[in-house]
Structure formats: C-alpha cells, structure tokens
C-alpha cells in the first residue's frame, strides 16, 4: 500500500540522484540486484515509496522491502539494504 506523502526536497531533484562505483557494487551486493541500470531502479524507488524520512543529512526511502539511504545535500545513493 502506497503511503501519501508531502513532496520532498528528493523528489523535486530526483535527477539528481547518482552513486559511485563502490556504491553501486555495495548495493548491489546487499539487495542482490541485477538490474543493468541501478540509477533508474533507484529513481523508480523513490518515485514509488512507501515512505521517505529525513534524519540529519539523509533520506531514507523505505520501498518494496528495502531502504535506500541517500545523502540529502549531493543526492548520492549511499547504501541500501533489505528491510528487516
């Protein structure tokens, strides 16, 4: 079930959102992806979120059983992990 929420900061810059090589290979590593492009996976997670939290200088976006930390200030895709 799709929760509604007030856009964010996030969502207004989602093409913004990018992650580096070490980033990527961690992703994709801990969700067990593969998808050819982990940005655009990445994207639709967000657009398509359960919920999207800010604490300190992340957002974190909960979405189909995962949570994707991304840092609030460079839109850089962190970490992201299965939810327990």
Same mark, same amino acid.
């Given at each position: 079930?799709?929760?509604?929420?007030?856009?964010? &900061? +996030? #969502?207004?810059?989602?093409?913004?959102?990018?992650?580096?090589?070490?980033?990527?290979? $961690?992703?994709? @590593? *801990?969700?067990?992806?593969?998808?050819? &492009? +982990? #940005?655009?996976?990445?994207?639709?997670?967000?657009?398509?979120?359960?919920?999207?939290? $800010?604490?300190? @200088? *992340?957002?974190?976006?909960?979405?189909?059983?995962? #949570?994707?930390?991304?840092?609030?200030?460079?839109?850089?895709?962190?970490?992201?992990? $299965?939810?327990?």
């Amino acid at each position: 079930m799709k929760i509604d929420f007030v856009e964010t &900061d +996030l #969502i207004k810059n989602i093409d913004k959102i990018h992650t580096t090589e070490l980033g990527e290979q $961690r992703i994709r @590593k *801990n969700l067990s992806l593969d998808t050819p &492009d +982990l #940005i655009a996976w990445s994207k639709n997670r967000v657009e398509n979120a359960d919920s999207i939290s $800010r604490k300190g @200088k *992340n957002w974190y976006v909960n979405a189909a059983g995962c #949570i994707l930390t991304i840092n609030a200030y460079s839109f850089t895709i962190i970490t992201a992990h $299965r939810k327990k």
